[in-house]
């Protein structure tokens, strides 16, 4: 299941954002309501955000997974 933080790849490509299939993004928070959606941001080498997107999951592949982060070190 892809979560915050998870590193993506595009699956087909979004013309309108100016993204090919396989750029990659990080997903910056999941929705669950009305349905799972991502949004995910895509930056360039520089590290400028190039485009923001709401994506479905199956438009997705997980690339890298961020480690788990427990509630106590959230607080810390």
């Known amino acids: 299941m892809i979560s915050d933080l998870d590193v993506v790849s595009l699956k087909r490509a979004l013309p309108s954002a100016g993204l090919e299939a396989g750029a990659r993004g990080t997903v910056v928070s999941v929705f ?7 949004l995910v941001e895509f930056a360039d080498d520089q590290g400028e955000t190039v485009a923001t997107e709401v994506l479905d999951e199956q438009d997705l592949g997980l690339v890298w997974s961020a480690p788990a982060i427990s509630p106590e070190r959230r607080a810390a």
Do not use: G, L, Q, T
Not at 32 to 38: D, V
């Open 32 to 38: 669950a309501k009305p349905r799972r959606a991502y």
